[in-house]
């Protein structure tokens, strides 16, 4: 049961319509980590241990222990309190660029799992996040972390960031099964446009489907946009470790004793909204679980779908789309995916009477920011205008978060616990 309480996290001074605050609260209880996890309890015996990577790990590993008794845990996360720490071990990695802390994370993983033996079960709780919170790579630190950074203000997709990552790193694309003699269950909060398993915090559960010359074709697409000395330093010694390893594969995995299970996605959260937009009066659909591109041409195109909507439809209505866009940086400013994606909405919106744009990071952290997403209406472009603010201006130096923060829009919910990608709501409301 969804109560204005719960809702009310989503509020903004353009987003205070009680019915859509329901919607973003169904839409987040639909993929609550923990009743996931509890949905879907694997059936177990001996001695079982559990290993939560990622986000929303320390709500599955806790929902996991309360069910069944456990011999061991480990969780590594990005947020914990004074108590999540009283439960298990804790430890916390960097995210979205791995550091120190998430090196630690990657070696006590290896550790913690080795130590197990055939009899062993280990349940491994994955979500997002987990390929930068843990880590265990072939390169130098200091080089991974220039690489994520290059290929993040390029605007990599993330499976082409983590394509690379599994090259060059011993937990991910299976390097966490091959280091136990356990069974291993994975119960998979998937960020992931499609739940490909091997991209879901760069599949430590699951085989690696790509190779050293998929991970070079991806270098060699980015090596234009080198600004920097360090970073050409970087992507030729990258550049060079991966023919190095061309044509090797990794040995000792063996799926007749891996099981990996889907227990949440975006899809599932889009249609727990839909079905609550229903239910508060609105027409409501889904129109894609698989927005990707550009986020500044994912608002003009998501801005101009809801101008055309509201001009055939009568009644309230409320789409809903769901993915992850990117961001190619431009300027120094301050933001996130979801915020851009808003911000390119502004002009296309504006004098759009009755309508809204929600973008809306499920996570709660949208980019190296304190906001989840922000809120764009008719009226959001005349506002700005009326305080001295340049939408376009804003958008040219990538700087989303001040223009929203200074209305009042931006979405600042905290973190929410879950993970499953980002969704954007075109809604219509006459008054």
């Not at 204005?4 to 329901?22: G, N, Q, V």
């Not at 015996?45 to 990577?53: A, C, Q, W």
């Not at 007749?256 to 079905?275: C, H, K, L, P, T």
């Not at 591109?293 to 409320?318: H, N, Q």
């Amino acid at each position: 049961m969804i109560t204005d309480m719960d809702a009310s996290r989503f509020a903004t001074h353009s987003l205070r319509d009680p019915r859509l605050l329901r919607v973003l609260a169904a839409a987040l209880e639909a993929v609550n980590p923990a009743e996931a996890v509890r949905r879907n309890l694997p059936a177990v015996s001996g001695r079982v241990y559990g290993l939560g990577i990622g986000k929303a790990s320390i709500p599955m590993l806790t929902a996991l222990a309360e069910a069944i008794p456990l011999s061991g845990a480990l969780a590594i996360s990005k947020h914990a309190s004074p108590l999540d720490r009283n439960l298990f071990p804790v430890l916390l990695g960097g995210h979205p660029i791995p550091n120190l802390d998430s090196l630690r994370a990657g070696e006590a993983a290896l550790q913690f799992v080795s130590a197990l033996n055939e009899e062993d079960t280990l349940v491994c709780l994955i979500s997002g996040g987990g390929s930068a919170l843990m880590t265990a790579p072939s390169i130098p630190l200091g080089d991974l972390q220039t690489l994520t950074s290059f290929l993040l203000s390029c605007g990599a997709r993330i499976d082409e960031i983590n394509t690379l990552r599994r090259q060059l790193d011993r937990v991910k694309g299976g390097g966490l099964a091959r280091a136990t003699k356990a069974k291993v269950v994975s119960l998979i909060l998937s960020d992931v446009i499609g739940n490909r398993l091997e991209a879901i915090a760069s599949g430590p559960t699951y085989p690696n489907p790509t190779t050293s010359a998929d991970a070079l074709r991806i270098l060699d697409k980015y090596f234009s946009r080198i600004t920097t000395e360090t970073q050409r330093e970087v992507l030729n010694s990258v550049t060079q470790r991966l023919r190095e390893s061309e044509g090797q594969q990794s040995a000792g995995f063996d799926p007749s004793r891996v099981q990996n299970i889907i227990i949440g996605d975006n899809r599932i959260a889009a249609q727990a909204a839909m079905e609550q937009a229903r239910r508060e009066g609105f027409e409501s659909e889904i129109l894609t679980n698989e927005l990707q591109g550009e986020a500044r041409e994912a608002g003009v195109m998501l801005a101009r779908r809801l101008k055309d909507e509201r001009s055939k439809r009568e009644r309230p209505f409320c789409l809903i789309a769901g993915g992850e866009t990117t961001v190619t940086l431009r300027g120094d400013g301050k933001g996130g995916r979801n915020q851009e994606l808003a911000l390119a909405a502004v002009e296309e919106l504006q004098g759009l009477e009755g309508a809204m744009l929600i973008s809306l990071a499920t996570d709660g952290e949208d980019g190296p920011t304190d906001a989840a997403g922000a809120v764009v209406t008719g009226e959001t472009f005349w506002r700005g205008k009326r305080l001295g603010l340049d939408a376009a201006g804003f958008l040219s130096r990538n700087d989303a978060y001040r223009y929203f923060e200074a209305l009042g829009d931006l979405i600042c919910c905290g973190p929410t616990g879950t993970n499953v990608n980002d969704l954007v709501f075109l809604t219509y409301s006459p008054r």
